[in-house]
């Protein structure tokens, strides 16, 4: 972020989010300059290494992840461009065929097209997309503006950085991690299959059903872990938040092999990141601030409302299918910690 500090900023007046926040997506005004409720374009890009062994989840994956920042931003995805990076000497072509197919299918789901993107030699795979969008102004989510008293709901169960972490330890035979995984402490079946579906669930549905109410603060949790995401919200300025740990759903198998101390190094350095914030009360372990930190690939979609709406919307956004969505917190009145931390109770 200091390096980012360092680059010019735009000054042109259509240019309406940039680096210079932590926001999702940036965000360039269109139509004329009197109009008091314009559309605005959303763009947004992500890639990243294989979090699963499938080709082809790892294709959802990647999309549903990339399409996220524009749901969180309030916003309706237009089109794609894929992001592709493949080792054609090490890995066979139908490799790239299955993860770039299951990109495709995952964007066939939002309703959008992908039309072209750009591929290089790359020594590992990788695989994103570059997103646009649009909003109108008057419904675009920022992720600062919550307010005292707000409620804060999550819709998706958290835990896909120690689940993946796991999946990808199974391939170590010789590694010690791999000697845990073994005395049984390894992801079901089920439980990757959970992980995998929760990953690739398009965050569309959530931002439609939060439609309906006033939101004053919307993000996606992804690899600052909850935590991490949490302290986003807390920039825009006086106020503080509390989240219960043991409100916060969880994938199936993440707290036991997080207590068993399986956990990606991103992780690790995101609970490092966010001590110096937190107020941790009596009764809150270790382990359920790993899982607060947890580096989310794909994750949910976190909500800033009134208190008094908040059992109305995760209703809405069970009804929507996203079966796990719960209230997780509130951004505390004035005075009750210091502006700017997170207090995290049982």
Not at 50 to 71: I, Q, T
Not at 91 to 119: C, F, K, N, T, Y
Not at 286 to 293: G, K, N
């Amino acid at each position: 972020m200091k390096l980012l500090g360092a680059l010019p900023r735009a000054h042109d007046p259509r240019a309406l989010v940039g680096f210079e926040s932590s926001d999702d997506a940036a965000v360039f005004r269109l139509g004329a300059v009197d109009d008091p409720d314009p559309e605005t374009l959303l763009s947004t890009t992500d890639f990243f290494t294989p979090v699963v062994d499938s080709p082809f989840e790892f294709g959802r994956v990647a999309a549903a992840n990339a399409l996220s920042d524009v749901y969180a931003m309030g916003g309706e995805a237009l089109f794609a461009l894929n992001l592709v990076g493949f080792p054609v000497k090490a890995l066979p072509l139908e490799v790239l065929g299955e993860i770039l197919q299951g990109g495709a299918e995952l964007a066939r789901d939002a309703g959008i097209p992908i039309l072209g993107g750009h591929s290089t030699d790359f020594d590992v795979p990788f695989y994103g997309m570059a997103v646009t969008g649009r909003v109108r102004l008057s419904r675009l989510r920022r992720n600062v503006g919550a307010r005292p008293g707000d409620a804060i709901v999550l819709t998706k169960a958290i835990g896909t950085g120690i689940l993946t972490s796991a999946m990808r330890a199974r391939v170590l035979r010789e590694s010690s991690l791999f000697s845990l995984l073994k005395k049984d402490s390894g992801p079901s079946e089920q439980e990757e299959r959970a992980a995998i579906t929760s990953m690739t669930r398009l965050n569309r549905g959530a931002a439609r059903a939060a439609d309906a109410f006033s939101i004053s603060a919307s993000t996606d949790v992804t690899g600052y872990g909850l935590l991490g995401h949490i302290k986003e919200m807390l920039g825009g300025g006086g106020v503080s938040a509390e989240v219960s740990a043991g409100a916060v759903p969880l994938l199936p198998g993440a707290r036991r092999l997080a207590a068993a101390g399986i956990a990606p190094d991103g992780s690790h350095r995101n609970l490092a990141a966010a001590r110096p914030i937190l107020e941790i009360v009596p009764g809150v372990s270790e382990t359920d601030l790993l899982l607060l930190a947890d580096a989310q690939t794909s994750g949910g979609l976190l909500f800033a409302l009134p208190a008094a709406d908040a059992s109305a919307l995760v209703a809405s956004l069970r009804a929507s299918g996203d079966a796990t969505a719960a209230v997780v917190g509130r951004f505390l009145p004035a005075g009750a910690v210091r502006a700017g931390m997170l207090r995290v109770v049982p």
